[in-house]
């Protein structure tokens, strides 16, 4: 007969009450069943664990040594049992992301502050990075997701969902004004310093095709270390550089820096929610991709999760 944890757990309550019915009260059951147990676990274990008497029961020496073994894994269990269910009222739990400037910025810090605010006790870890590294933090197991920008490469099993599209536009600083005076064409801006993000993130990879697309070789002048960087470099009269239209309107409205227009479309860009579809989410995870994915239009008018 195999010694199932229903033994234990009787055996647990027969100690704590010192009794076979007071045992069998607690655990809504009935005291021969209770008694049956007890005996058949003594038979297995080769050893009297009760001393019976008209008073009730006590441990034996060996009942002693077994019950403190029990008792200890008894208390995991229940602390484990109060863990999920605290996880599962969202009282405590951890969500970990990982995300780019741009992302955060433009969509994730209002959605986590909305999460915040309705789930206090969710403990929020945040990782900013390239895209790239991002997503290799999500594949390593060391993000649950990645809020991240496009163009990416997600792979199966890695899931993406589009949030939502942004543009960027071309800068330059005040005094460089006469630049942004008309309408100019990427062959005419190539010759002026460029602003922008390393090889190996989302950004020059973009920026690089599109150069590739008019004939134009593409290369970064002044490399940045995070996209925050570009505007005030902008600023300062370093050079030119693109930027989310949407981060750069309060300069360009207080004339800070120009934004200079360009003949050519510049494609939209999207931010992006990256999952491992062979990974199962926690339950405040699952919350908190319900909240990304609720309210968020793109654009165009379609909602978050719809492909063009």
Partial sequence: MAI???YYRIFYHVAQCRSFTRAAEVLSNNQPNITRCMNNLEQ????????????????????????LRVAAAYEQLRLGEEEIQRDCSLDTGTISIGTNE???????????????????GVHIRITSNTTPQAIEALTQGRADCAVVTTPNEAK????????????????????NRELASQVRRLRDVVRYPFIGMGVGTSAYTFYQRLFVKQDLSFHVDIEAAS??????????NLGIGFFSEILAAPAIARGEVCQVRLVESVPERAVTLVEDASRPQSIAMKTFRQMLLTDQPLPDGRESGERP
């Fill in 227 to 236: 996209v925050s960087q570009i505007l005030p470099m902008v600023r300062h």
């Fill in 156 to 175: 199966k099993p890695l899931r993406e969902t589009r949030l939502r599209n942004f543009r960027e536009v071309l800068l330059c600083s005040v005094r």
């Fill in 44 to 67: 297995e274990l080769g050893c009297k664990l009760f001393v019976r008497s008209h008073q009730g029961v006590a441990l034996t020496p060996e009942g002693r040594r077994l019950f």
């Fill in 102 to 120: 741009v992302a955060l910025h433009l969509l994730l810090l209002d959605k986590l502050s909305a999460f915040h605010e309705k789930f206090p």
């Fill in 4 to 6: 199932t944890y229903d």
